[in-house]
């Protein structure tokens, strides 16, 4: 029993840790960029080792990966098997609009900071250890093909590709914006008419 004390406590360090070490970096993107983004600089800013940030993080784009993975959990219910194709872009659409308030809540200087071309977080090769968004919309809609709810007029893969660049377009546009685009309504917009165009 104590075991199992002893075990959350040093989960609830490691967590503490994890994000202590996010403040810092989420600190020097709004400051000074990701090019400053170093991991010396994030240690420094956040107060911990070296041997510190790499118990808990590969790189510092695993880092910024950790956390834009970490956004508010779709409630299970809505990925369950949908009835029609209209059920399977309704739930996409959710997924994003979740992401959406996500990115809101970081700020658009972190954002600004994620999305660049150098964070080797955003390479979809490297970006199969968690499940983010991009690959639970693909199981998703890969179940409701498979049990015949919904057609798809182009291979699974690039429809995630495709999902992935609407989403980096309508990221990027609010970010250029500096927050004043509407996020929500372009995202919402630019997905019903790709997916009207691709699933029935």
């Not at 964070?119 to 979809?124: C, D, T, V």
């Not at 890969?142 to 980096?168: L, Q, S």
Request: include cysteine.
């Amino acid at each position: 029993m104590s075991e199992h004390i002893e075990l959350s406590k040093q989960q609830q360090k490691s967590k503490k840790t994890k994000e202590r070490i996010f403040r810092a970096a989420k600190t020097i993107l709004q400051r000074s960029g990701y090019d400053e983004l170093s991991i010396k600089n994030i240690c420094e800013e956040a107060g911990v080792s070296n041997g510190s940030f790499y118990h808990h993080f590969k790189t510092k784009d695993d880092l910024l990966s950790y956390y834009i993975e970490d956004q508010p959990s779709i409630n299970p219910d809505l990925l369950d098997l949908p009835r029609n194709p209209g059920e399977v872009k309704i739930a996409i659409i959710r997924v994003y609009l979740n992401y959406v308030e996500y990115c809101e809540e970081l700020g658009v200087e972190f954002m600004s900071g994620y999305y660049n071309p150098k964070n080797q977080a955003l390479n979809p090769a490297i970006r199969t250890e968690r499940p983010y968004p991009i690959v639970t919309v693909q199981h998703y809609v890969e179940r409701a093909i498979e049990a015949g709810i919904v057609k798809c007029n182009v291979g699974i893969e690039a429809f995630t590709t495709d999902i992935r660049m609407i989403v980096i377009g309508n990221v990027f546009e609010w970010c250029l914006r500096e927050g004043e685009a509407d996020f929500h309504g372009n995202m919402r917009r630019s997905l019903e008419k790709y997916l009207d165009s691709t699933l029935s």
